[in-house]
């Protein structure tokens, strides 16, 4: 079966880069997901990429995707303390109605 | 920003009581979906439907039942509430593309709603 896995837990400090990583097991996946949770509140869209692409920027957000390790990250540039949330990558595959698959997301906790 | 409402955010309730946990989308997405998100963050979906008057249940086997009568509103409804039932529950939607298609429209979340049954 499907499975998406992300490390739990990332502290980084203000200003410095984070890259969360994320890696799936589907080869038929055809668009992946970083969402971004703060607290008492839903999942809120950050970038997605197409499985045929292997990088996609946009402004502090860089996705990378490795395709062969099936190996996805988000990179966020100069950490900022609004940045500290739960991340979640999720992945979908190609069928009639598209099935969401979501991993168990990465604590990030930005310290000064 | 998504245009995806639920309602209550908060609900403490008893046991044995019925619940209907409220979902709208301004969007007019065809798809709609119910996520359970336990303490440990991770999410399990519960419910999903295609378009009006289609329901499927989800990946997590769930005591709840969910209505769509029309596009915008997806209630999801629990019969006599236990304490297992305290969770976060998260309602979505996201466009269709139509039977094959490649593209998967991204999931769009409401801002949940926290249940604790006594």
């Known amino acids: 079966g499907e499975d998406v896995e992300q490390s739990l837990f990332l502290s980084v400090r203000e200003g410095d880069s984070s890259v969360i990583n994320c890696t799936y097991t589907d080869s038929s996946s055809t668009y992946l997901y970083w969402y971004k949770q703060e607290p008492g509140a839903g999942l809120q869209l950050l970038t997605y990429?197409?499985?045929?692409?292997d990088m996609k920027q946009d402004q502090r957000l860089t996705v990378l995707l490795n395709k062969k390790d099936k190996h996805l990250s988000l990179r966020i540039a100069d950490t900022q303390t609004g940045d500290s949330a739960i991340y979640f990558c999720a992945e979908s595959q190609t069928d009639s109605w598209g099935k969401f698959q979501f991993g168990a997301g990465t604590q990030v906790v930005v310290t000064p | 920003e998504a245009d995806i409402y639920q309602t209550p955010r908060y609900l403490v309730i008893g046991t044995g009581k019925k619940i209907t946990l409220e979902c709208s989308q301004t969007m007019g997405h065809d798809k709609m979906y119910w996520y359970q998100q336990d303490p440990g963050m991770e999410l399990h979906l519960i419910h999903y439907s295609y378009g009006v008057n289609s329901t499927e249940k989800g990946d997590l086997s769930s005591e709840s039942t969910v209505s769509r009568i029309r596009t915008e509103h997806f209630p999801l409804t629990l019969e006599s509430a236990r304490p297992s039932h305290t969770s976060q529950y998260l309602c979505?939607?996201?466009?269709?593309?139509?039977?094959?298609?490649?593209?998967?429209?991204?999931?769009?979340f409401g801002n949940g709603t926290r249940l604790t049954v006594t």
């Open positions: 979505a939607s996201s466009e269709y593309s139509g039977q094959g298609s490649f593209y998967n429209s991204p999931l769009h």
């Open positions: 990429i197409f499985s045929n692409m």
